[in-house]
């Protein structure tokens, strides 16, 4: 009995390996460009491959290199000449690459309005850092040191 198992099992062996064969065998007719399959070709170079484009900004993705969320920092779309918004507040959502933002018109460098507006478009992927316009001297809080008076005052009277 045993015999006999070790006979199918050979014949078993036997009719896999003849497979296996047979399919290499047809797979060498199907790819005739390469030489062996373990060895991957380099992919054609072809004369009208273009260089990758960088993907382009939408207001969010500039504003979170900036300190404070670009709060206070001059923000324009590309295609903008002589606009910008200055922006004033930004609501963001959990991703931190969508959400609101709100700020003052500039034109020419002047503010065009004096109440911050809503900036619409802030999704698209056109926007873009303006580095000429600094971060506006009105917009940052003004920190100064209380005097004290009170100790002088008690000085002169002793």
């Given amino acids: 009995m045993t015999s006999l198992a070790s006979k199918a099992s050979q014949n078993q062996y036997q009719t896999l390996g003849l497979l296996r064969l047979s399919l290499n065998f047809l797979k060498s007719f199907s790819t005739t460009t390469s030489a062996s399959p373990s060895t991957p070709t380099p992919a054609p170079a ?93 917009s940052t809080p003004k920190v100064t040191a209380p005097k004290e008076i009170a100790p002088t005052a008690e000085v002169q009277a002793a």
């Fill in 46 to 138: 072809s004369s009208s491959a273009k260089p990758k484009r960088r993907k382009k900004k939408n207001l969010f993705e500039v504003a979170q290199f900036l300190p404070n969320w670009g709060v206070g920092y001059h923000m324009a779309k590309t295609h903008w000449a002589n606009v910008s918004y200055e922006i004033t507040k930004i609501n963001l959502y959990k991703d931190g690459k969508h959400g609101k933002a709100w700020g003052i018109v500039h034109k020419d460098g002047l503010p065009a309005t004096d109440a911050p507006r809503k900036i619409s478009g802030v999704h698209k992927r056109c926007w873009r850092y303006i580095p000429s316009l600094s971060k506006s001297v009105e």
